[in-house]
């Protein structure tokens, strides 16, 4: 079990948008001191969201360059979603330094098409399964699949991924709770380790996910309830012993 702290990147600001909706936006602003920030409260593993290029399809040479400046200066493992949908999305973002490299709307579209991906680079590539009311949601969470979250993580496992991670959009960025049933729902059904995302509002939920270990659970990503201080990362990682990704 593993946690990793997250910052989206939005026009170059570190954000938190509400329920996945561009419309309700909050801004943390600097996303290098906010890196800087997780890497000495202990973490060294981080992840991050392009949500412009999630809607856009497009990177930016200012995320780009946000996200080299951030490997530079923090030595944190960085993995990244957001818009990546090619091999030359891939290819780009791992020569950056790039740690793993999360494929979304891609492995929605065409799982076949991931999991080649996914032969190719090996752990370097995972897939998200967004979802709205166990619905798939893609190109940055604006177009909304006839797909169900529990199909598709089946046919990624049948084209040979092993780990998801799984976002309730419906919670993130909310403080509501983790859908953490639907995520070892995710597992079960799939075979899939799933790392639980969104929603995640104190340490308590931290233990819950925890203790599901035994049910596909391996890790938890942390956002707002960082930002907003409901918890610290320190005493969050303290609860697995400094446990990392592989």
Known sequence: MYILPAIDLLSGDAVRLYQGDYERVTSYGDPHKLARSYREDG????????LDAARSGTRTPQTAECIREILEDTGLYIELGG???????????????????????VAARAPEVA????KTYGKSVTVGIDARNGKVATAGWLAEETLEAT???????????????????????????????????LSKC??????VSGGVKDLADVRQIIARADAGVSGVILGKALLDGRMSLRDALNLTAGEVPM
Do not use: P, Q
């Open 83 to 105: 818009g990546i949908r090619t091999e030359e999305d891939i290819e780009y973002w791992l020569k950056l330094g790039v740690w793993r490299v999360v494929l979304g709307t």
């Open 151 to 185: 199909a598709l993580a089946k046919a990624l496992c049948e084209f040979g991924f092993e780990d998801c991670i799984h976002t309730d959009i419906s919670k993130d960025g909310t403080l509501a709770g983790a859908s953490l049933e639907r995520s070892v729902e």
């Open 190 to 195: 799939s075979g899939l380790s799933v790392i």
């Open 115 to 118: 999991g080649g991906y996914r």
């Open 43 to 50: 973490a060294t593993h981080l992840h991050i969201v392009d």
